[in-house]
């Protein structure tokens, strides 16, 4: 079973943990409980939340994480658990002495794949892709020439049309990104935090404001399943996040993705991407487990 994203979103909720479920209440009267291990994450998006700490340990111990937005639907912080893996001490000195070499080539395959996913996108919703392949092969180690931003710059326009722009602080289209990719973002950051590695320590994001780079590294290859969902979305005639939008973009995580071994959802996908990268890391493998060119099976 895929695991549920909880997103709370009406002003004065109170989350506690009764046994092994989540309850949400307001006041004294109880809405809803969720058992906790069927959760992937939780996110706090509205006024005057509180929790309980025996549910902030909880979510802890199964490594999901807790996520804080503030304006405009963008994640402000993830609690992440301080002991999420059995190999957790080692893992995370292997990638703290990971050569620059090896990160450069990291981010080469995770930058090629991105490019495919976009490519793959577009050529879903009928819009020519020419061109991807071509950028895709180019991609060096480390990426020098930014060839990610050459295909951002012609992607967009042909997945949106020429007056869009990409703006993290816009409403609309963009308000629909921000939330999509918010849950993307807590499906790797679980990931990543089950493997036993450091989120902070990135393999090209490295603002040291940010204690999610390796989160942002690894998110990018599953940055076109959002698009796919928010194009759709708007084909419909969406313009709001409103609460029916948010439950199309949760679906993220449970799409199908085509790889090696088969069709897997995308929340496996990130797991067998983390676990890849602790194995690069320690010298066990050269190879990240990314999806292939494909698309998402389901639409």
Same mark, same amino acid.
């Given at each position: 079973?895929?695991?549920?994203?909880?997103?709370?979103?009406?002003? &004065?909720?109170?989350?506690?943990?009764?046994?092994?479920?989540?309850?949400?209440?307001?006041?004294?009267?109880?809405?809803?409980?969720?058992?906790? #291990?069927?959760?992937?994450?939780?996110?706090?998006?509205?006024?005057?939340?509180?929790?309980?700490?025996?549910?902030?340990?909880?979510?802890?111990?199964?490594?999901?994480?807790?996520?804080?937005?503030?304006?405009?639907?963008?994640?402000?912080?993830?609690?992440?658990?301080?002991?999420?893996?059995?190999?957790?001490?080692?893992?995370?000195?292997?990638?703290?002495?990971?050569?620059?070499?090896?990160?450069?080539?990291?981010?080469?395959?995770?930058?090629?794949?991105?490019?495919?996913?976009?490519?793959?996108?577009?050529?879903?919703?009928?819009?020519?892709? &020419? &061109?991807?392949?071509?950028?895709?092969?180019?991609?060096?180690?480390?990426?020098?020439?930014?060839?990610?931003?050459?295909?951002?710059?012609?992607?967009?326009?042909?997945?949106?049309?020429?007056?869009?722009?990409?703006?993290?602080?816009?409403?609309?289209?963009?308000?629909?990104?921000?939330?999509?990719?918010?849950?993307?973002?807590?499906?790797?950051?679980?990931?990543?935090?089950?493997?036993?590695?450091?989120?902070?320590?990135?393999?090209?994001?490295?603002?040291?404001?940010?204690?999610?780079?390796?989160? #942002?590294?690894?998110?990018?290859?599953?940055?076109?399943?959002? #698009?796919?969902?928010?194009?759709?979305?708007?084909?419909? &005639?969406?313009?709001?996040?409103?609460?029916?939008?948010?439950?199309?973009?949760?679906?993220?995580?449970?799409?199908?993705?085509?790889?090696?071994?088969?069709?897997?959802?995308?929340?496996?996908?990130?797991?067998?991407?983390?676990?890849?990268?602790?194995?690069?890391?320690?010298?066990?493998?050269?190879?990240?487990?990314?999806?292939?060119?494909?698309?998402?099976?389901?639409?």
């Amino acid at each position: 079973m895929i695991a549920r994203i909880v997103e709370i979103a009406e002003d &004065g909720r109170h989350l506690s943990k009764d046994r092994g479920f989540l309850v949400v209440s307001e006041g004294k009267t109880e809405l809803g409980r969720v058992p906790l #291990d069927d959760l992937a994450a939780v996110i706090g998006n509205a006024h005057g939340l509180t929790y309980s700490n025996n549910l902030i340990a909880a979510l802890a111990e199964r490594c999901v994480p807790f996520v804080i937005c503030g304006p405009h639907h963008r994640p402000v912080a993830f609690m992440w658990a301080a002991d999420s893996h059995h190999e957790q001490s080692g893992r995370i000195s292997d990638q703290a002495d990971a050569t620059k070499p090896l990160k450069k080539r990291m981010w080469q395959q995770i930058v090629r794949s991105k490019i495919e996913q976009q490519a793959a996108t577009l050529d879903a919703v009928g819009r020519r892709a &020419g &061109g991807f392949s071509l950028l895709a092969h180019k991609v060096r180690a480390g990426d020098p020439e930014n060839v990610e931003a050459q295909a951002a710059r012609r992607y967009w326009p042909l997945l949106f049309g020429s007056d869009f722009r990409r703006d993290r602080d816009a409403g609309g289209t963009n308000a629909l990104l921000n939330y999509g990719y918010a849950i993307a973002r807590a499906g790797v950051a679980r990931a990543i935090m089950a493997a036993g590695l450091h989120p902070s320590l990135g393999l090209a994001h490295a603002n040291r404001g940010n204690a999610f780079c390796l989160v #942002d590294d690894c998110l990018e290859p599953f940055r076109p399943i959002v #698009d796919l969902l928010v194009f759709d979305l708007v084909e419909e &005639g969406v313009v709001e996040l409103d609460s029916a939008a948010k439950q199309a973009l949760a679906r993220v995580l449970i799409k199908d993705m085509l790889t090696v071994n088969g069709a897997s959802p995308a929340a496996l996908c990130m797991e067998r991407l983390a676990l890849s990268l602790a194995r690069c890391f320690s010298g066990e493998a050269t190879k990240l487990d990314l999806p292939i060119r494909p698309l998402p099976l389901e639409r």
